[in-house]
């Protein structure tokens, strides 16, 4: 009888499903490297960030990044990623690694009226349309809270809520935010900028509605809306509100478009104060008064397939930059994510940045000196360019030629806008299915906003932290530039 028990109760057990059953478990890794060789003629100014002409230069940079997530049962996943970002030498006591991704995430949870959501709590990747607003393609990541809602297994439409820690300060305040302020000089007739800080949180909450494509459709889109504040504790006097969206159409036939616009409306009180954040700084520049927020990004491209090996294209992006004839408005574009504010966030590592390889020094994807140094919020770039395929089957030779024209979008009086123009010649293969190899050539030549008046911009912030250059140089072009790149990039799925 005692045996038959010891054989009979372990059946039951397992017949009434006591014990889980075993569930699937998934691991995925992956690894992404980028490494750049760039020749910079003259007279591009100088790496050091000094707006004085440069004797050229040759420079290595390197990008790599590699993580891994598990999910478990998939319903819980666990994600971490590191990534090194920076100009290859040879002192490896200073590598600049950092955690680009590290949370958790619910992976399916339902409600009582039939939708699906999931939940990521930790340092995450945000990318929404071309990166206008909500970008992070460049992979550094951001501390956030991400609520993704879908309605209903049936239908493609979602629900975003997001919540950002923008400069990630925290209760012990370590950490403080820079960003540009821009202002009109009167005495010099120009756009100057002050760099302006706090330590005190830059907080940032978004809802996003979402159409996305289905098997059928041709067609997606989202809208969003957004705020911004500095906390204080005692009552925030930067507070900007964002309206926006964004349209992807296409195919229809050989036609793709897809455009984004955002609008920045709201307040920016400046005022006598002690606590030493934006407020209190912008008083220190302009005076008492409150500056009320105006302003505008907006990104349009478009492309049609000729033939299956012949792509012609178009894009126009502009920030409205700050107007310096309209008093008490402040019309640069502040991105909703400061951190990742920037025209180097329209898209992959290894494509089109949305700018001409001279005009940024394009190390992709942020590795770059440009002449408009963390100014992106006064400019305007529109592009003409053609993409031959070689090998129509098996695309493993790709060709690409640009023309770029550029202008300032707010100039002080009497100043012709005009940066220049740039024509670049791209080369692109795959070299024997282990990595993309590419080699691009671009030349630029000045307009008379740089030849003549020049351009300010704020200087590297690195270099002004040390105390080595003024908030803001004026910067000239004389001549023609020229940038000559060999890159390497492979992107790979562990396991």
């Known amino acids: 009888m005692r045996k038959f028990l010891l054989l009979f109760f372990p059946a039951v057990l397992a017949a009434q499903d006591i014990y889980r059953e075993e569930q699937p478990t998934r691991l995925q890794a992956y690894m992404e490297v980028f490494g750049s060789t760039v020749l910079i003629g003259q007279p591009v100014p100088d790496l050091v960030g000094y707006a004085i002409p440069g004797t050229g230069d040759l420079l290595n940079v390197l990008r790599a990044r590699a993580g891994a997530s598990v999910s478990f049962a998939n319903k819980f996943t666990i994600g971490i990623a590191g990534m090194y970002s920076g100009e290859a030498t040879s002192d490896i006591r200073g590598l600049p690694v950092g955690v680009s991704e590290a949370y958790v ?15 990521r709590i930790g340092r995450q990747l945000i990318n929404f349309g071309q990166g206008l607003a909500f970008g992070d393609y460049h992979g550094f990541g951001a501390n956030a809270v991400r609520l ?13 809520l997001l919540y950002v820690k923008s400069n990630e300060s925290g209760a012990r305040q370590v950490e403080k935010f820079y960003y540009p302020f821009a202002y009109y000089n009167a005495d010099e007739n120009e756009i100057a900028y002050k760099w302006i800080s706090t330590r005190y949180d830059l907080e940032t909450w978004a809802v996003f509605l979402e159409r996305k494509k289905g098997p059928r459709d041709n067609y997606e889109f989202y809208i969003y809306a957004a705020m911004m504040s500095e906390q204080r504790l005692v009552g925030s006097g930067f507070n900007p509100y964002y309206l926006g969206g964004y349209i992807a159409i296409g195919p229809i036939g050989n036609f793709y478009m897809d455009a984004e616009l955002g609008y920045m409306t709201g307040i920016w009180d400046s005022r006598p104060s002690t606590y030493g954040d934006f407020s209190a700084q912008i008083y220190d520049i302009v005076g008492e008064g409150r500056l009320n927020l105006n302003a505008y990004a907006i990104g349009i491209r478009a492309n049609y397939d000729f033939t299956d090996q012949v792509t012609g294209g178009v894009s126009f992006f502009t920030f409205s930059g700050d107007n310096p004839s309209t008093d008490g408005m402040y019309e640069a574009w502040i991105s909703p994510m400061p951190r990742t504010a920037g025209v180097y966030a329209f898209s992959n590592w290894t494509h089109w940045t949305g700018m001409g390889e001279v005009f940024t020094w394009n190390y992709r994807p942020d590795n770059w000196r440009s002449i408009y140094f963390l100014n992106p919020t006064n400019f305007v770039a529109a592009n003409l360019n053609v993409v031959y395929k070689a090998f129509p089957v098996q695309q493993s030779m790709v060709i690409r030629f640009d ?15 005009y940066l220049g123009a740039e024509a670049d010649v791209a ?13 691009t050539f671009g030349y630029f030549q000045a307009g008379p906003r740089l030849q003549s008046t020049g351009w300010s911009r704020p200087s590297p912030l690195n270099l002004y932290l040390q105390g080595t250059v003024p908030d803001y140089q004026l910067l000239k072009i004389t001549g023609g530039s020229y940038v000559a790149r060999l890159w390497v990039y492979r992107a790979v799925n562990i396991f």
């Open 105 to 119: 995430q619910l992976d399916t949870f339902v409600t009582p009226i039939g939708g699906q959501g999931v939940v």
């Open 148 to 160: 993704g809602y879908r309605f209903s297994p049936a239908w493609e439409w979602y629900l975003d």
């Open 403 to 417: 023309g770029f024209a550029y202008a300032e979008a707010a100039s002080p009086p009497g100043v012709d806008p």
């Open 427 to 439: 080369i692109k293969f795959t070299y024997a299915d282990i990595a993309d190899i590419g080699i």
